[in-house]
């Protein structure tokens, strides 16, 4: 017998002591489908270039022949994205709580479009961190996107709906390198095609304009099927009705629901979960630094020596594995363990992650079967699924940590940038210690292994002190900050 079934033997007071299992909220898939087409882009345009861009960084000369050092100034231009957006990302977010969100994700996605075509067209360094310098500078569309997923939900369905973030993210990450790795240098693949000189003069614009193509169809998509969440102000009632969920309106006191200033932001409250995010995205970046620059990279180099299509084939078919995992399964584990324990196992999977790496480039080397290799990236990779559900689970760590929900974007911005400055320093630290670690063969060319196993104990121990219950969401209850 369970509690929910009649019993005329059991006290209607035990019954009553029971909370009822809350209603999930249904998800208001319209709006939701529109900002995830908006998401698409991001990886798009990050991730595209990664099958070519260690080839691409030799063949502009700028190593002088010196393979060792190509490490480097990947990193470099891998980084420039995440600095100029760390620089932005904030005022991008603020200015979305006043002027709302669609004019500014419009404005991401221009960007996006513009700054990939300019790095396809690109034929030296300078031009490549221009490009990619103008790609951060305006785009501040994942924390505008995220806050704009907190209004369409509740704590009842939050689960699900920031589910879909990583679910699409993957779709974009499934997409991006099979258009950079499939594409790049169409005159060899597509020879009766591609005849023309201009394809060999560049080489990588073909990618590059297709991923733009995608971005502006997305950028018309917002434009017309977008509705925004609007706030007004009624004077008798002195109180704000915000059409948050498109689908009831709800009132809220005047004081309690105006947006916070930033400094109303720095409460443990709000930055415990933003440097889990930090910590998380760091390890993150750098593994997503590494997995090309190590398929690339000879055997003597400490890599697999794999060629740009078949890196852009792996890292597709991982990221659709991603995809299918997240949407079918993260909402009812995250339901039956809590967000906590999800986030924290996510973290401890970076361990062997990072060890395997060394681990394939040592069969490799010995001459082991190629299957032998490929087992132990396809178990990697598979460790990386379950790891990515820490996404989620700190998503809405920080969704429910908001003031309220006009300050919504200002804390998602708060916690962009810093992850932005992370992000930043992740590639070019990662690539650098791998350059150097083979260059010098310093710890048998595993230092950067090492460093990021060590990186991953201190991110443990900082999600260790998050609530065991995800904290009560105040986006609903406006319940003021307090020590």
Known sequence: MTYYESDEETPLLIKQDIPPRPIETPLQWGQLLVLLVTLICEPLASQSIYPFITQLISELDITGGDEKKVGYYAGIIESLFFATQACTVLQWSRLSDRIGRKPV???????????VVCFGLSRSFWSLVISRCICGMLNGNIG?????VGELTDSTNRARGFSLIPIVWSVGSTIAPIIGGSLAKPYEHFPETFKSPFWREFPYLLPCAVAASIMLVCFFFCLVFL???????TASEGRILTNCRLSATIHL????DAPVPIKGLLHSRVLLPIFNY???AFLEIALLALQPLFYSMPFELGGLALRPRTIGYVLGAFGATNG????FLFPSIVGRFTPKPVFIAGIVLFIPIFCLFPVMNTLARSGAP????????IIQLGMCVVMDMSYSCIFMFITAAAPNRRSLGATNGLSQTTVSVARAIGPAMTTSLYSFSVQYHF?????VYVILMVLTLFALALAKKLPEDGWKDRCETLEPLSD
């Open 105 to 115: 994700l419009l404005t991401g996605l221009f960007g996006l479009c513009l700054s």
């Open 144 to 148: 505008v996107m995220k806050s704009a």
């Open 227 to 233: 509705k925004e969440a609007s706030f007004t102000f």
């Open 253 to 256: 006191p005047l004081d309690k």
């Open 278 to 280: 930090v910590v998380l």
């Open 324 to 327: 299918i995992f997240q949407f």
């Open 370 to 377: 190629a299957i032998y290799v490929w087992i132990v990236l």
């Open 443 to 447: 710890l048998g060319g595993k230092l």
